[in-house]
């Protein structure tokens, strides 16, 4: 939200929000898998952007959305962890919208695939080939060694190629 040149008002989070927003939305969708969860994950996300605002700073637009992508993933997976989320009957989605995990675009199979990854591996493998972060970037976003990020990275591989029924492309 804050780059270290940045003046501090409405407009830093406005643009953030405009830039970021379909990115983190995609993440929280992955995971939540409907449309009202993946939205709730994505507003909280940025309200932690904007609960950070006084002690946050990135040094770039990349760090920002690598910020706002590990904090998604990590509400993500708190709320799937929750007891509320695991008692609850899911309620067949009726909304006449598209897959929002498809947005502007026809379906995808192979990022169907990477959705359907552990968590784990989604992350990991949608940073590198969706947000094309380097291994280093996503190490230091998800607080793991270098060599981890890239040994998620080839067993996460290895998944799709078993789930795709083909060799796995690189990059």
């Given at each position: 939200m804050l780059?270290?040149?940045e003046p501090?008002?409405?407009?830093?989070?406005?643009r953030a929000y405009r830039q970021h927003i379909d990115a983190v939305y995609r993440v929280c969708y992955g995971f939540m898998k409907n449309k009202a969860d993946a939205e709730d994950a994505a507003q909280e996300t940025f309200l932690k952007l904007i609960q950070k605002n006084g002690s946050k700073s990135f040094?770039?637009?990349?760090?920002?959305?690598?910020?706002?992508i590990v904090v998604a993933s990590n509400i993500c997976k708190n709320n799937l962890k929750s007891w509320t989320h695991q008692k609850r009957e899911d309620v067949e989605n009726t909304d006449d919208l598209p897959d929002p995990s498809?947005?502007?675009?026809e379906t995808n199979p192979v990022l169907e695939a990477v959705l359907d990854l552990p968590d784990k591996?989604?992350?990991?493998i949608y940073l590198y080939y969706y947000e094309e972060y380097s291994c280093g970037e996503i190490a230091a976003a998800i607080g793991k060694k270098e060599s981890s990020v890239r040994s998620i990275l080839r067993r996460g591989r290895?998944?799709?190629?078993k789930k795709l029924g083909g060799a796995a492309d690189e990059k």
């Open positions: 780059y270290q040149d501090s008002n409405d407009d830093g989070f406005q040094d770039s637009i990349s760090h920002e959305r690598a910020w706002l498809e947005r502007g675009s591996y989604k992350t990991v290895n998944l799709l190629e």
